[in-house]
């Protein structure tokens, strides 16, 4: 998929039902063997798309989301970021919440640009250090590595009725992830 133009940008209301599409496509591509499989499947893009209408409807002002929109295939990535929510071995301000790139998409730098997308946004909001929660049966942990996030815990969490292991990394100083940011992009 060409992503020569595609932008990054706040989501509005619009970008529901293509923000729904990636993420179940996301979904099934990246947890076959790592979340049960009748949750995968039972996924439904309809519900997802009311979920997401509602968020973006009323979003939370300390939260934001945003969109890798290509002019041709509409939204193609996704990310939420806000306020961290977990106690962990260091002080951390922020969070990503969520990151995903349609799997058609990836491998164009989206995902590098919405983490930059929200390193930029909680920089503005005052909160200089980041982590994420990532599966460690997720190959997305070594994207994160890959960005020099630090790995800062290893715990568990429960999901559709399973127990997985999940790492924290985390970002003490996101200058430097801002720093990826495309000049260009519409981030405000
Ligand atoms: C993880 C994800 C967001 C990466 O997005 P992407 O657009 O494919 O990645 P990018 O093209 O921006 O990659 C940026 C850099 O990270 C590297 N990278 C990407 N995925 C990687 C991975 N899984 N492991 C190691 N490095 C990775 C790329 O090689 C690239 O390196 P370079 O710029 O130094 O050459 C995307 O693969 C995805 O959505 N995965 C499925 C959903 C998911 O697991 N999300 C995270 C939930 S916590």
New binding site residues.
């Given amino acids: 998929m060409e992503t020569g133009e595609t932008t990054v940008r706040r989501a509005q209301v619009a970008d529901a039902a293509g923000i729904a599409r990636v993420q179940v496509a ?1 979904w099934r ?2 947890y076959p063997g790592v979340l049960p499989a009748p949750y995968l499947v039972g996924l439904s893009v309809g519900r997802e798309e009311i979920r997401w209408r509602r968020r973006l409807g009323r979003p939370h002002p300390q939260t934001a989301t945003f969109v890798a929109n290509d002019p041709e295939a509409g939204v193609v ?1 996704y990310a939420t970021c806000g306020p961290n929510r977990w106690r962990l071995p260091l002080p951390i301000e922020g969070e990503f919440y ?4 349609d799997p058609a ?10 983490v930059a997308a929200m390193a930029a946004w909680l920089l503005a909001q005052h909160m200089r250090s980041a982590c ?4 460690r049966d ?3 942990r ?2 994160y ?3 020099a996030g630090r790995l800062v815990l290893e715990g568990a969490t429960r999901f559709a009725g399973a127990r997985l292991a999940q790492l924290t990394y985390a970002w003490p100083d996101i200058q430097s992830l801002d720093r990826l940011a495309d000049p260009l992009d519409g981030t405000a």
Avoid at 98 to 101: A, I, K, M, S
Avoid at 105 to 114: D, F, K, M, Y
Avoid at 132 to 135: E, F, I, S, T, Y
């Fill in positions: 996301a591509d990246t990535g969520e990151l995903y790139v998409a990836q491998g164009h730098q989206l995902g590098r640009r919405l994420v929660q990532v599966l997720n190959p997305a070594w994207f590595k890959h960005l």
